[in-house]
Every structure is written in structure tokens, then in C-alpha cells.
């Protein structure tokens, strides 16, 4: 049965977002009671347990989101896809997890027991079937679950944890709401499943390696910094002010790549099925709507990051207000690279490109990261992530017009509208904070400002997608509309892309 992907973009932003919630909600409370040496301390270890989950996962999130989105409607065959996925996880988290237990009585005594509760982020990988949920596009069971255990998890932090002392409740908090939130998915799986023989864990093992090199790449430039911090600063105060301010910004970049996992098994099977023009159709829209989201928050960070530093973090944490203006430009360089990476070449089979772009970046980002950090600290490694982001993207865009599948021009022309109104927001903001106090209350008229001013100048250009939205939201167009798709590619793809619920 064909899902909804507006109905699916809802559920998975959802989903993301509260996946962050519960340091996005908890980090200012977090920052106070904890410190910024602590909040560094917890930043380190789980930049050091990030590794494991690595090798644990291998490359079969992705790759089992798009096996299982190539046989949805064969009952037989995503069973069958299902346990070798599962039993492939089953074995290489729980040899990761006896290494890292090793790793942690042999090199983090100091730090003893915050690393062995990160064992619980390893764990994690062996009951983690989201990708097969996402693979089938139920979205909405994700989302559910998601909420309950963030909630509770935010419930108990504001309850348990007071003081420094506390950093072990908080990782528990953290790590098993994840692990709870996963485990409750299981409740689902007899719907979907039928019983087969034959598993076989290995069988297309060469794919599940092919797409874990990109991901090793990525783990470089996305949790090197953190560690790389750690072993060339004194303390974790540095690691404090980084993991703070990445946090923020990767928070914002769930609302940037929240349609990128909903378009992966729909790409996937629309390219299978050979119809090229609507895999056009839909990467067009994804690359309009990473413009429509990244680039308003993007000059809202730059326009307001001093306000917010003092407000949302509190004291000690001044550094931060230089780092976030920094870091806002990774929702651009992120956003367009996911679309290129996730919702191009691994539907279409294009891992060796994913592992090109990635691995450029990597290096890029290694090679600041050891020119940097040593001098600048935190304010190295987010200048190198940036530019290494920057590598990544560029790099996916030359093999796509080398490739001339699709042409690139459209992909920036129809960007123009949310830069101007994108510009004039900022512009507006950086000079409505100075007059205004430190306050709460500012901070809150700053964004709601911002916001308002961003959508209103859109209505004023008349942006396509915009209203296009607008109008799928009160329900003026027909639902149960199959995708139109244009003659070619088109700047402005503007169609419902609601996909009809039918069998």
C-alpha cells in the first residue's frame, strides 16, 4: 500500500525532533546544574562510545531502510530481509559490545562507570529496527513511541538530576529511553512478518560494508572533533562549549533533513520501477525545501546568537555566541548534501559516489581539525567542520553534472526568493536586538519576529512551494491525487506530492 509522503514528512519530523527534545528542552537546565566541565566530560565519553555504535551498526540503517523499501509489499520477502538485517546487527554489536567493555576497564578507568552506562548506547543497536519501520514508511509507529519515552526521559532529568554529582543519572536517562523506546517497536513486528527459512545474515554483506565507509568517513568530521578537542585541550571545558553549541544547530537540522528519510525507500522503489522523471520531481522539491528551512534559520543564529548564548545556556558559556554563527552554516552544506547523498545516490545505488564525497570530507576535516585545534580549540573544529561539510557537497554536486541525469541549475535558481527574504529577516533582527534588555521575553519576540517576517516576505514574492503548502494544509486541493509529474525538469515543482493511499 503506497503511504502518504506528506502524511510520512510529518510523522518523521516529529520523530526527529523528539529525538532531540530532551536536550533541547533540558540543555539549559542541563547547563546550569551540570557545568560546562561535566557537560564537556559527557560530550567526551560519548564521542569515545559513538565509535563502537559505528562498527556495531555497520552500514545496515541504510541499507535496510532501502532492502526493505524494494520489497514492501512482499510479505515473504521483507521477512526474509528482516532477520538477515537483524541477525547481521545481532552479531556485530555483541562482539562491538565486549570490546568495548574492554575499552573501558583498559583506557577510561578514570571515567569508569559514565563509560560502561554508554554501553547501553551498543545494546541499543542490537533491538533497534527503525530502519525497518521506515523501510515499510510507518513513520506515525516511530513517532509515537518516540514522544512517550523523550517525555519521560525529560520528566526524570528535571527530577533526579540536581548537581554534578548527578552526570550518571543523566546518561542513564539518556542512553535507556533510547533503549526502551526501541524495544517497545517489537510490539508491531507480528503484523509484518511471516516465518522463513533460509537466513542468511551475509548474504549481500558487500553492500552493508559498501555503505559503512561513508559512515566511517562521516563519523571523522562529525565526532572526531569532539574527541580530537579532548586530547588537545586541558580539561573539557572546550568539549563544554562545542557540544553546546553543535547540539542547538543539529537540533534545527532535523526540521532541515526531516524529508530526507521519508524520500529514501520512495525514491528507492520509484527507481526501481525505471520512472526517472518523478525521482527528479521529488529531488527537486527535497533541495527547495532544504532552502526553505536552512536559510532563515541559518541568519537567525548569525542575527541573534548573542542574545540567546546568556539566556539559553547562562553563564560560562559566552563562548558559545561566537560558535553557534559558525556552525548555522553546516544547515546548508548538510541539508543540500543529504539530498544528494541519502535521497540520490544510495536509491539508486551509487554508494562508491556516497563513499567519495564523504571520504573528501574527511580528510578535509582531519587535516583542520589537526592545524586547528590545537590553536583555537572549539573554535577550530567547528571552522573545519564547515569546510568540510563544504567539501562533501561540493564534491556531489561535480559527479552529478559530470553524470548530466539532471541539471543542476534549478537546484540554486529557485533558491533566490528565501535568500532575499532570508537577508531582510536577519537584517531586521540584528538590529531590533539592540534595542532590546537580555531578557527572556526578547528572545521570544526576536524569534516569533523572525519567523513572521520570513513567511510574510515569502507570501509577498509568491513562493510556489510556500503556498503550495499552505493551501495542502487547509485542504484545497483534492486529496488522494497521484503525483503529477512535470515534462522535464522544472525550477519551480510545485505539485501535490501526496501520494494516493491504495492498494
Request: with cysteine; hydrophobic share 50%.
Amino acid at each position: 500500500m503506497a503511504k502518504s509522503i506528506k502524511k510520512n514528512f510529518i510523522y518523521n519530523l516529529i520523530y526527529q525532533v523528539m529525538m532531540l527534545v530532551s536536550p533541547l528542552v533540558v540543555t539549559p537546565y542541563v547547563s546550569r546544574v551540570l557545568g560546562v566541565d561535566t557537560v564537556g566530560l559527557y560530550s567526551y565519553a560519548d564521542s569515545m562510545a559513538a565509535y563502537f555504535v559505528l562498527v556495531a551498526v555497520l552500514g545496515t540503517s541504510t541499507y535496510g531502510q532501502r532492502a526493505i523499501g524494494y520489497v514492501q509489499d512482499d510479505k515473504e520477502g521483507r521477512s526474509r530481509a528482516f532477520w538477515d538485517i537483524f541477525l547481521l546487527r545481532l552479531l556485530t554489536s555483541s562482539v562491538t559490545l565486549g570490546a568495548y567493555v574492554g575499552y573501558a576497564f583498559l583506557f577510561a578507568r578514570e571515567n569508569l562507570v559514565i563509560t560502561l552506562i554508554f554501553s547501553l548506547n551498543v545494546i541499543n543497536v542490537m533491538f533497534d529496527i527503525t530502519w525497518f519501520m521506515q523501510g515499510m514508511e510507518e513513520f506515525g509507529k516511530t513517532a509515537l513511541r518516540s514522544i512517550l519515552f523523550r517525555f519521560a526521559c525529560i520528566a526524570a532529568i528535571f527530577l533526579f538530576v540536581k548537581d554534578a554529582g548527578d552526570l550518571p543519572l543523566y546518561t542513564v536517562f539518556m542512553t535507556a529511553s533510547t533503549v526502551l523506546g526501541n524495544l517497545s517497536l517489537w510490539l508491531y513486528l507480528p503484523k509484518y512478518l511471516v516465518r522463513v527459512k533460509g537466513v542468511h545474515p551475509f548474504h549481500d554483506f558487500k553492500s552493508v560494508i559498501m555503505l559503512f565507509i561513508p559512515t566511517i568517513a562521516t563519523q571523522i568530521y562529525t565526532v572526531l572533533d569532539k574527541s580530537m578537542i579532548g586530547w588537545f585541550s586541558d580539561g573539557y571545558q572546550e568539549n563544554g562549549y562545542y557540544e553546546q553549541a553543535e547540539k542547538i544547530v543539529k537540533i534545527a537540522l532535523t526540521a532541515v533533513t526531516a524529508l530526507g528519510i521519508v524520500m529514501i525507500p520512495r525514491i528507492s522503489s520509484t527507481y526501481k520501477a525505471g520512472d526517472m522523471e518523478r525521482v527528479k520531481y521529488y529531488l527537486y522539491n527535497s533541495y527547495r525545501y532544504v532552502w526553505m528551512m536552512a536559510i532563515p534559520i541559518m541568519f537567525g543564529f548569525i542575527s541573534i546568537a548573542s542574545v540567546f548564548t546568556p539566556i539559553y545556556y547562562g553563564p560560562g558559556y559566552e563562548k558559545c555566541a561566537t560558535l553557534l554563527p559558525i556552525f548555522s552554516v553546516l544547515l546548508i552544506m548538510i541539508g543540500l548534501s543529504n539530498v544528494n547523498g541519502m535521497q540520490y545516490f544510495v536509491p539508486i545505488g551509487k554508494e562508491k559516489i556516497l563513499t567519495l564525497t564523504v571520504t573528501v570530507g574527511a580528510v578535509v576535516n582531519f587535516a583542520l581539525n589537526l592545524a586547528l585545534i590545537p590553536f583555537f580549540a572549539s573554535l577550530g573544529a567547528s571552522i573545519a567542520s564547515v569546510i568540510a561539510e563544504f567539501a562533501v557537497t561540493l564534491t556531489g554536486f561535480i559527479y552529478i553534472r559530470k553524470t548530466k541525469q539532471f541539471p543542476l541549475r534549478p537546484i540554486f535558481t529557485c533558491s533566490w526568493r528565501y535568500w532575499i527574504a532570508g537577508l531582510a529577516m536577519g537584517g531586521t533582527l540584528f538590529g531590533l536586538k539592540y534595542c532590546m534588555p537580555i531578557a527572556l521575553w526578547s528572545l521570544i519576540v526576536l524569534i516569533g519576529a523572525g519567523i513572521a517576517i520570513y513567511f510574510v516576505l515569502l507570501l509577498a514574492l509568491r513562493d510556489p512551494f510556500l503556498i503550495d503548502l499552505i493551501k495542502k494544509g487547509v485542504g484545497l486541493l483534492r486529496r488522494n491525487k497521484p503525483d503529477p509529474v512535470p515534462a522535464e525538469a522544472q525550477e519551480e515543482p510545485q505539485q501535490d506530492e501526496n501520494e494516493t493511499d491504495k492498494k
